[in-house]
C-alpha cells in the first residue's frame, strides 16, 4: 500500500500545487485560459497521438472492448437519469448534468498519466480507446438531451450537425485518428516531429492536474446538494463495478485492458461537466460541487482501486 500512496501523491501532489498557487496569487479565472488551451489543443493530443500511432493496428480494433466500457459508463449514466428525472423530479436539463457527474470521469486530464505509471505503458492502447470515444460520446449525449429538454432552440437538423461537427474537430478525435492512420500504414514520421511530440506529451500530465486544482481553488462549493451523495457513490465505486462486470460479460481481455478500463472509471469527475452546465446555464454550482467533492474522495478511494488491482484480489476477468 505504501507503494500505491507513493504513485498516487505526485498527482494529487502536482492537483493540490495549482489549488494552492490559485488562492495564494489570487489570479483571475481568465489568467488559466491559454495553460487550458494548450492542454486541450497541443499536450494531450500529443499524448494520444503518440500512444496510438506506436501500436499495432490490429489492437486498435477492439470494438468489444470499446461497446463494453461505453456501454457501462452509460448503464450506470441512464440510472442516475431515471433517478433525477423519475425519482427526483428533477429537469432534463438538470438530470442530464446531474448523469454526468456520475458517468463522466476526469479521464483526459487525470487518465492517461496515472495509468502509465501504475500500469505500464501496455496500458496505452486501452486508455487512448477510452479517452477518444468515450469524449465522443458524452459530445454527443450532453447536447443532444439539452435539445431535447428545450435549452437549444435550433431546429433538430443544426444542432444534429452541430454535435457532428465539434465531435470530428476535436482535438482528442483528431489526434486519435492520426494516430489510427499513421499505425495503419506504419508511417515513421521525422526524428524533429517525434521528439517535438515526445516533448508536448510529457507536459500533458504535469499542466492538466496543476490546472485542475487552479481550476478547483476557483469554484469554492458555497453549499452541498443532496444529490452528491449518491452522485459521489455511483462515480467511484458503482461505475468501476459495472465496468468490470461488464467487461468480464462482454469477452476475454488482456488483464491491463480490463485494470485501464476499471481504473479510468474510478477517477473523479470531470471538470468538463461544470463547462457543460455553464454552457446551458443549469446545475452550474452543484456541477462544480461535484468535482471537488469526488476529487476529494477519490484521495481515499483511488488507493482502494489500485490495491485491489495490483495485490491480485481483482481477477482480470470475474467470469472465466
Not at 459508463?73 to 438530470?95: H, Q
Request: proline share 6%.
Amino acid at each position: 500500500m505504501a507503494d500505491i500512496i507513493a504513485l498516487l501523491l505526485p498527482f494529487f501532489g502536482l492537483i493540490l500545487i495549482g489549488y494552492v498557487a490559485a488562492k495564494v496569487t489570487r489570479q483571475p479565472a481568465e489568467a488559466l485560459g491559454w495553460m487550458n488551451t494548450f492542454i486541450i489543443y497541443a499536450a494531450l493530443p500529443a499524448l494520444f497521438f503518440k500512444l496510438v500511432s506506436r501500436t499495432p493496428v490490429e489492437e486498435l480494433t477492439r470494438i468489444d472492448f470499446i461497446l463494453g466500457e461505453v456501454g457501462a459508463t452509460y448503464l450506470v449514466f441512464f440510472t442516475l437519469f431515471a433517478i433525477g428525472y423519475v425519482i427526483r423530479r428533477n429537469s432534463l436539463g438538470d438530470c442530464t448534468i446531474q448523469s454526468l457527474a456520475g458517468a463522466y470521469g476526469n479521464i483526459g486530464y487525470m487518465g492517461p498519466g496515472l495509468a502509465l505509471l501504475a500500469l505500464g505503458e501496455s496500458a496505452a492502447v486501452p486508455v487512448a480507446l477510452i479517452v477518444c470515444f468515450e469524449n465522443a460520446f458524452h459530445f454527443i449525449m450532453a447536447p443532444a438531451l439539452m435539445a431535447v429538454a428545450g435549452g437549444d432552440k435550433r431546429p433538430a437538423g443544426e444542432v444534429a450537425i452541430d454535435i457532428a461537427k465539434k465531435v470530428a474537430v476535436h482535438p482528442f478525435i483528431l489526434s486519435t485518428v492520426f494516430g489510427f492512420a499513421f499505425a495503419a500504414f506504419a508511417v515513421e514520421p521525422p526524428d524533429a516531429f517525434s521528439t517535438l511530440v515526445d516533448y508536448l506529451a510529457q507536459a500533458a500530465a504535469p499542466c492538466a492536474l496543476f490546472a485542475m486544482g487552479v481550476t478547483l481553488a476557483l469554484r469554492p462549493i458555497k453549499r452541498v446538494p443532496v444529490e452528491i451523495g449518491y452522485i459521489s457513490l455511483a462515480k467511484l465505486v458503482i461505475l468501476p463495478a459495472t465496468t468490470y462486470v461488464v467487461l468480464s460479460l462482454v469477452g476475454s481481455f488482456e488483464p491491463v485492458w480490463v485494470y485501464s478500463a476499471i481504473l479510468l472509471s474510478a477517477l473523479p469527475t470531470a471538470t468538463n461537466v461544470f463547462v457543460l452546465g455553464q454552457q446551458y446555464g443549469v446545475w452550474q454550482e452543484r456541477a462544480s460541487a461535484s468535482i471537488l467533492i469526488t476529487t476529494i474522495l477519490s484521495v481515499a478511494t483511488l488507493p482502494v482501486v489500485l490495491y485491489l488491482i495490483h495485490s491480485g484480489a481483482l481477477p482480470a476477468d470475474l467470469f472465466p
